[in-house]
């Protein structure tokens, strides 16, 4: 009688993985079963819709014609070794992958490496995507024009404005009398040209107009 476990093949997003003995020895290698593997690849499947997602496959198969793997959800995970396990699993059917990161979704390009995903940027873009769920994403996107990672982020937004001369209108407003100091001649007082002084030596302002004071 034939093993029922040769037959079966678990759908991935392109291609299949092929369920035979050798492969589910490797799952419990990587402490999956058959059904607990066909729960985590509904949980940690990308819908594509603004998470931050990966498509891994593996070289063997890129080299051999395949695009076979799966869009992952990156914020699906507690941590990097429990990524890398699943990245593992959905390509049981090699000895020994080599994971292949063959595209990126919604988090910074400065983040992705074909060659895959280190730990380091994992964390990365788990905290860009944290930053982005409590504050603006395009405020957090301005912020890495400028910086490599995000963690003075907070102490230095100081909001979204609509120009470098609105912005230095409020720093006026909120550091300088103007009246009290320059009286009548306040009127005169020349906003744009503050606002490059500013922007030209202190603060920085991104695409979408958010700004931020040097940390």
Not at 44 to 55: L, Q
Not at 74 to 80: E, Q, V
Not at 189 to 214: C, I, K, Q
Request: proline share 3%; hydrophobic share 35%.
């Amino acid at each position: 009688m034939s093993n029922p476990q040769n037959s079966i093949k678990m759908r991935l997003q392109f291609g299949e993985l092929n369920i035979t003995p050798r492969v589910v020895n490797r799952l419990h290698e990587l402490d999956f079963t058959v059904p607990e593997l066909e729960d985590a690849i509904a949980e940690h499947k990308s819908d594509c819709d603004g998470e931050p997602s990966v498509y891994v496959g593996t070289y063997g198969k890129y080299n051999d014609g395949s695009l076979c793997g799966l869009w992952i959800d990156l914020s699906t995970f507690d941590d990097y070794d429990e990524f890398i396990n699943f990245c593992k699993a959905i390509h049981a059917d090699e000895e020994d992958p080599e994971l292949m990161a063959q595209d990126f979704e919604c988090f910074p390009r400065q983040w992705y490496n074909e060659g895959f995903i280190t730990e380091e940027d994992f964390d990365h873009i788990k905290e860009y995507t944290e930053m982005c769920e409590k504050h603006c994403a395009e405020a957090v996107d301005d912020y890495l024009e400028f910086h490599d990672d995000l963690d003075d982020f907070e102490e230095a937004y100081c909001g979204e404005w609509d120009s470098e001369e609105d912005f230095a209108r409020h720093i006026v407003e909120e550091c300088y009398n103007l009246e009290k100091t320059m009286g009548d001649l306040a009127r005169y007082f020349d906003y744009e040209a503050f606002g490059r002084e500013l922007f030209m030596f202190d603060y920085t302002m991104g695409a979408n107009g958010h700004v931020f004071r040097p940390v």
